[in-house]
Protein backbone atom coordinates (compact mmCIF):
# COMPACT_ATOMS: atom_id res chain seq x y z
CA UNK A 1 0.00 0.00 0.00
CA UNK A 2 1.37 3.53 -0.77
CA UNK A 3 1.30 6.66 0.66
CA UNK A 4 -1.41 7.78 -2.36
CA UNK A 5 -3.99 4.46 -1.11
CA UNK A 6 -4.18 6.11 2.69
CA UNK A 7 -4.75 9.18 1.60
CA UNK A 8 -7.57 8.31 -0.66
CA UNK A 9 -8.49 6.18 2.22
CA UNK A 10 -8.78 9.28 4.72
CA UNK A 11 -10.31 11.14 1.78
CA UNK A 12 -13.24 8.42 1.33
CA UNK A 13 -13.47 8.80 4.97
CA UNK A 14 -13.89 12.14 5.45
CA UNK A 15 -16.55 12.16 2.15
CA UNK A 16 -18.47 9.74 4.15
CA UNK A 17 -18.16 11.83 7.60
CA UNK A 18 -18.98 14.96 5.40
CA UNK A 19 -22.27 12.94 3.82
CA UNK A 20 -23.60 11.49 7.48
CA UNK A 21 -23.21 15.06 8.77
CA UNK A 22 -25.44 16.20 6.00
CA UNK A 23 -27.76 13.73 6.26
CA UNK A 24 -28.21 13.98 10.30
CA UNK A 25 -28.93 18.04 9.63
CA UNK A 26 -31.68 17.28 6.76
CA UNK A 27 -33.23 14.83 9.47
CA UNK A 28 -32.84 16.93 11.89
CA UNK A 29 -34.65 19.59 9.60
CA UNK A 30 -37.27 17.46 9.04
CA UNK A 31 -37.89 16.78 12.08
CA UNK A 32 -38.51 20.15 13.37
CA UNK A 33 -41.10 21.10 10.69
CA UNK A 34 -42.55 18.15 11.67
CA UNK A 35 -42.60 19.74 15.28
CA UNK A 36 -43.44 23.22 13.89
CA UNK A 37 -46.70 21.83 11.65
CA UNK A 38 -47.86 19.55 14.78
CA UNK A 39 -48.13 23.04 17.07
CA UNK A 40 -49.90 24.53 14.11
CA UNK A 41 -52.67 22.57 13.69
CA UNK A 42 -54.84 22.71 16.81
CA UNK A 43 -55.95 19.43 16.75
CA UNK A 44 -52.35 18.31 17.94
CA UNK A 45 -51.21 21.43 20.19
CA UNK A 46 -51.18 19.13 23.15
CA UNK A 47 -49.00 16.31 21.15
CA UNK A 48 -45.75 17.04 22.69
CA UNK A 49 -46.96 16.16 26.63
CA UNK A 50 -48.67 12.74 25.37
CA UNK A 51 -47.15 9.62 25.97
CA UNK A 52 -48.17 8.28 22.28
CA UNK A 53 -47.35 11.02 20.25
CA UNK A 54 -48.95 11.09 16.84
CA UNK A 55 -46.77 9.61 14.15
CA UNK A 56 -45.90 11.84 10.98
CA UNK A 57 -48.18 10.40 8.86
CA UNK A 58 -51.07 11.35 11.33
CA UNK A 59 -49.73 14.85 11.76
CA UNK A 60 -50.16 15.50 7.46
CA UNK A 61 -53.77 13.78 7.50
CA UNK A 62 -54.27 16.22 10.63
CA UNK A 63 -52.79 19.04 8.94
CA UNK A 64 -54.18 18.04 6.03
CA UNK A 65 -57.89 18.32 7.34
CA UNK A 66 -57.38 21.41 9.09
CA UNK A 67 -56.31 23.37 5.72
CA UNK A 68 -59.52 21.69 4.01
CA UNK A 69 -61.48 23.14 7.12
CA UNK A 70 -59.85 26.20 7.26
CA UNK A 71 -60.90 26.90 3.04
CA UNK A 72 -64.45 25.98 3.95
CA UNK A 73 -64.73 28.32 6.56
CA UNK A 74 -62.87 31.08 4.73
CA UNK A 75 -65.12 30.71 1.77
CA UNK A 76 -68.09 30.70 3.69
CA UNK A 77 -66.77 33.73 5.37
CA UNK A 78 -66.06 35.01 2.01
CA UNK A 79 -70.15 34.23 0.83
CA UNK A 80 -71.85 35.37 3.67
CA UNK A 81 -69.13 38.79 4.18
CA UNK A 82 -70.10 42.11 1.86
CA UNK A 83 -66.70 43.50 0.58
CA UNK A 84 -65.69 46.52 2.72
CA UNK A 85 -64.71 48.54 -0.16
CA UNK A 86 -68.59 48.60 -0.87
CA UNK A 87 -68.91 49.82 -4.97
CA UNK A 88 -65.09 50.29 -5.52
CA UNK A 89 -64.89 46.43 -5.80
CA UNK A 90 -67.33 46.36 -8.80
CA UNK A 91 -65.51 45.38 -11.69
CA UNK A 92 -65.89 47.96 -14.44
CA UNK A 93 -67.32 50.78 -11.89
CA UNK A 94 -64.61 53.65 -12.62
CA UNK A 95 -66.72 56.56 -9.66
Known sequence: MSENDDI???SDADK???HNALERKRRDHIKDSF???RDSVPALQGEKECVTQASRA???DKATEYIQH???KNHT???ISPPLCGNACVPGNNS
Open 77 to 79: HHE
Open 35 to 37: HGL
Open 16 to 18: RAH
Open 70 to 72: MRR
Open 58 to 60: QIL
Open 8 to 10: EVD
